[in-house]
């Protein structure tokens, strides 16, 4: 039993996530990445499953985040978190490139940030935010402003293990003392 756990656990690979940063001005270096780093210090909290980062910094250039998208899937990535370019202004085409390269749809996420976001700044409303599935990979999208991140993640982390589970993603597990996952029993 004990040797079969070893086992199991010696054999899985670590579950690769995508952190992709969208931003015209951290791309170019005009200030650095904050919200990137938030993400991957979240996953690092919470996450008692073993985990690596696919970790890429672009412009808003929807060709360019759907070129992203499907390499980072391609390279095996099973969740992609993306910041940034989700608001109305011109060049905020993150959701566009994000349903171009999805099979299938999860507005359910972008609607539970927007709720608790809403909480916190009216500005909330202008996150285009959402979520799809490529193949055996989710991907959501969080808004640009660091500050966001920690408050996104914690309102839908809890169903992101489970939906991985559904499309054949990777298992991941989370601390239950940082946030709580459902899964159904049965
Ligand atoms: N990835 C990030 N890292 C650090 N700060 C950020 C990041 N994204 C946004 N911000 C901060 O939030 C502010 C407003 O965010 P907003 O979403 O409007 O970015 P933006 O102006 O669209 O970014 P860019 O022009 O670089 O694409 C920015 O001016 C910046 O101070
Ligand atoms: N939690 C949270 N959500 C937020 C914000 C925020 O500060 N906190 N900023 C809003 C603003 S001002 C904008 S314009 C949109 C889109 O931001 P993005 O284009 O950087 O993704 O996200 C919104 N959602």
New binding site residues.
């Given amino acids: 039993m004990a040797d079969n756990k070893v086992m199991g656990e010696s054999t899985t690979p670590p579950a690769k996530i995508g952190i992709l940063t969208v931003s015209d001005r951290a791309s170019r270096g005009q200030y650095q990445d904050q919200s990137g780093p938030a993400i991957r210090e979240y996953l690092t909290e919470v996450l008692s499953t073993p985990f690596e980062v696919d970790y890429r910094v672009i412009p808003d250039e929807q060709a360019l985040i759907e070129e992203t998208l499907i390499d980072m899937e391609r390279g095996g990535c099973g969740l992609i978190l993306t910041?940034?370019?989700?608001?109305?202004?011109v060049r905020?085409v993150?959701p566009e490139a994000t349903e171009r390269v999805c099979s299938r749809m999860m507005p359910g996420f972008g609607e539970l940030?927007?709720k608790?976001?809403l909480e916190?700044?009216p500005?909330?409303i202008?996150?285009r935010?959402t979520a799809g599935i490529r193949n055996a990979c989710l991907i959501v999208n969080l808004?640009?402003?660091p500050?966001?991140i920690r408050?996104?993640l914690d309102a839908v982390f809890p169903a992101i293990p489970y939906c991985l589970d559904l499309i054949g993603g990777p298992y991941l597990e989370a601390d239950p003392a940082k946030v709580q996952v459902f899964r159904p029993a049965n």
């Avoid at 910041?83 to 202004?89: D, F, K, Q």
């Fill in positions: 910041t940034g370019g989700t608001g109305p202004a905020d993150t940030m927007r608790v976001s916190q700044t500005t909330a202008l996150s935010q808004p640009g402003k500050r966001s408050l996104c």
